[in-house]
């Protein structure tokens, strides 16, 4: 079965550190998104993306998220710097437009 | 078992008995609805979605109602079974946009 693959599977960092999370989306897909899930806030979309390009990042932090893709087959999640409130698991999801979008098994990030 | 209301957080039911589990969504311009289950420590699994031309979709041993009226969805689980314990996301994505919005999530336990 294809699968979205998100890397890495777990991340304990610092504070102030720099986090990059990566997706890689199903082969033909063309919408990938990016959530962080936690018991609090529950689903929370940060960014999402259609054919490569950027559609809404309304969900991010600006000053310290940003989400790129810079090819087909990788979707990046930065942050810089990382606070401890930014420990979630985060996922990614890719799917054609409209027709069901499958999820990858996330990253668990732990900012200490 | 039953999830009264618009959204209970938790549904418990005896094995082999039928489960349905309740979503109200919130936009009017939402014509495509999502059924995802989350089991601990993976990501979102996509079972069944419906388009808002549709009011019952069929899939195996699920069923998945929309009423636009009321603006409710519900997922009902013929036979639930242990391995049907999980969260249970209803998601909705607006005609005029491709996000994907996600409910609070409906515990399920199964008791044997």
């Known amino acids: 079965d294809a699968r979205v693959t998100q890397t890495p599977r777990h991340k304990v960092t610092e504070m102030g550190q720099e986090v990059t999370m990566r997706c890689q989306p199903i082969?033909?897909?063309?919408?990938v998104f990016w959530y962080r899930q936690t018991m609090m806030q529950g689903l929370e979309l940060l960014a999402y993306f259609r054919n490569r390009a950027p559609l809404d990042d309304s969900g991010m932090p600006k000053d310290r998220f940003s989400a790129e893709m810079p090819d087909a087959t990788l979707a990046t999640l930065k942050i810089q710097p990382s606070e401890p409130r930014d420990s979630a698991v985060y996922f990614c999801?890719?799917?054609?437009?409209?027709?069901?979008?499958?999820f990858g098994s996330g990253t668990r990030l732990t900012v200490v | 078992g039953e999830s009264v209301g618009l959204h209970l957080p938790t549904l418990s039911v005896q094995e082999g008995d039928n489960s349905i589990i309740n979503c109200a969504y919130s936009?009017?311009?939402?014509?495509?609805f999502i059924w995802y289950k989350q089991e601990s420590g993976k990501g979102p699994q996509f079972i069944i979605d419906?388009?808002?031309?549709?009011d019952k979709r069929q899939g195996q041993r699920v069923t998945v109602l929309l009423n636009k009226t009321v603006k409710h969805l519900s997922l009902q689980i013929a036979a639930t079974q242990p391995g049907d314990s999980a969260v249970y996301f209803c998601?909705?994505?607006?005609?005029?946009?491709?996000?994907?919005?996600f409910g609070a999530g409906t515990t399920v336990t199964v008791r044997a």
């Open positions: 936009n009017s311009a939402s014509d495509y």
């Open positions: 419906i388009r808002s031309n549709m």
């Open positions: 998601a909705e994505n607006p005609s005029n946009d491709y996000k994907l919005s």
């Open positions: 999801a890719s799917g054609l437009t409209r027709q069901g979008y499958t």
């Open positions: 082969l033909g897909h063309n919408t």
